[in-house]
């Protein structure tokens, strides 16, 4: 569990729809059934709450913010955020998303054909640059490098599930690497303060991205605005769920393409033609690119695993679950089971391809989750990592190294063990 929490599932987890644990102190109920899952996260989530240790892991600087808080304040920090993630406004980030996709392009090409650099690093660099670009109009103030390596270090320290985790020992027993997360909080809230500084002070007029919201804009029913420490939870909640997510699908869906010569032909085919194109809807048009995004999804979803605790009794599927038991659900399962999925394992976009994806069960996929509680920034993330994903598949080859060990590692997102090294050469003109 501590090493990767990914090696605790066996292979009775990926065929049965309810197994039944026990750990210490609580049952746990570990659910693939869809009719269940659809039971914890909408018809009955009011009785599923987030559990003790989801709720640690989020206390680290996410604690007011819209992933974590519940109830009335969850309903309020929604309807507040709500429009800057309208179709019709993720589509107006069309060209920004293009601009810092391009912006990559030109850094590779100036690398020089043949060079070799860490793909999922430079994932994270991008998706940093499009949030700068379009939910933060006057970027984040701080070296993106150095942001980079503080997120990665940030969600290293709390993914990690421990012993004290499982005992349900108080969170304010200090678990190992907690003096190092409190110097990254520190950074970050600097950041925070200075991208907040920036805004104050700098327009007379400010751009509607999601910062003056953040700042300025009452809620809609009860015309309350955030405190400072909503805002700040909220802007650390975008910027490291909003790229670090993004980032590992690329990492993912790029991995995949380097080990499948047809489906790269057909993004870079793809590409090349709607890329020519006028900009308009270009998200949209990019359907096989889109396929690949979301296979990748599937196989590496960036959210492993959720889990939940039972206020009152309850019954999935033909299970009695008591007060206080642990669910959880594993979307890393869930993707990958034998009972929902044909050839599990393989990597074949072609199910999300518009004439297919109609086939797959309503609940057996979840990489944004569902309910409620989806994810706000479902549509932007999609789009982004499209429109980035065939910029860079039009450009250049990208080959895996021989040497290169890639392993899925569960640090709260799904990341690359070691990194993705690959070699960049400039993809000929057709």
């Not at 065939?390 to 021989?402: G, I």
Request: hydrophobic fraction near 45%; proline fraction near 7%.
């Amino acid at each position: 569990m501590r090493r990767n929490p990914l090696e605790c599932w066996s292979a009775d987890f990926f065929r049965q729809p309810i197994v039944k644990l026990r750990l210490p102190f609580t049952d746990t109920f570990v659910v693939h059934d869809p009719r269940a899952i659809k039971r914890v996260l909408m018809d009955n989530s009011e009785n599923y709450p987030k559990d003790t240790i989801q709720r640690r892991i989020l206390s680290s600087g996410l604690s007011d913010g819209l992933l974590s808080v519940e109830g009335k304040r969850w309903e309020m920090q929604r309807r507040t955020l709500a429009p800057t993630f309208a179709p019709r406004t993720v589509t107006s980030f069309t060209k920004p998303m293009l601009a810092a996709a391009n912006e990559l392009a030109a850094k590779w090409t100036r690398m020089g054909s043949g060079a070799t650099l860490d793909v999922a690093a430079e994932m994270t660099l991008v998706t940093l640059n499009v949030l700068a670009l379009t939910i933060f109009s006057d970027g984040i103030g701080s070296d993106i490098d150095e942001f980079r390596m503080a997120m990665n270090a940030y969600f290293g320290v709390i993914g990690r599930i421990g012993a004290l985790d499982l005992l349900g020992v108080p969170k304010f027993v200090p678990r190992p690497g907690h003096r190092r997360l409190r110097a990254t909080m520190t950074y970050f809230e600097a950041v925070i303060d200075r991208i907040i500084d920036t805004r104050s002070r700098g327009h007379a007029s400010p751009p509607n991205d999601l910062l003056t919201l953040l700042l300025r804009s009452p809620d809609p029913s009860t015309g309350r605005q955030l405190g400072l420490k909503e805002i700040r939870s909220n802007i650390l909640t975008f910027l490291s769920a909003g790229h670090e997510t993004t980032a590992n699908t690329l990492a993912w869906s790029i991995f995949l393409l380097s080990q499948s010569a047809e489906w790269r032909s057909r993004v870079v085919t793809e590409a090349a033609r709607e890329l020519a194109n006028p900009d308009d809807e270009l998200a949209a048009r990019l359907t096989v690119t889109r396929a690949v995004i979301e296979e990748a999804l599937r196989l590496y979803p960036p959210i492993a695993a959720l889990s939940r605790m039972a206020r009152e009794a309850d019954r999935l599927g033909d299970l009695m679950v008591g007060p206080g038991a642990l669910i959880v659900i594993a979307p890393y399962v869930l993707h990958r089971h034998r009972e929902l999925w044909d050839r599990p394992d393989a990597f074949d976009p072609s199910r999300f391809l518009p004439e297919a994806r109609g086939a797959i069960p309503r609940f057996a996929y979840l990489p944004f989750g569902v309910g409620p509680r989806t994810c706000i920034g479902a549509s932007f993330a999609l789009q982004e990592a499209t429109i980035v994903l065939a910029t860079l598949m039009r450009d250049f080859e990208m080959r895996l190294l021989p040497h290169a060990d890639v392993q899925p590692l569960q640090r709260i997102t799904l990341r690359p063990a070691h990194g993705l090294p690959m070699t960049i050469s400039r993809r000929s003109a057709p």
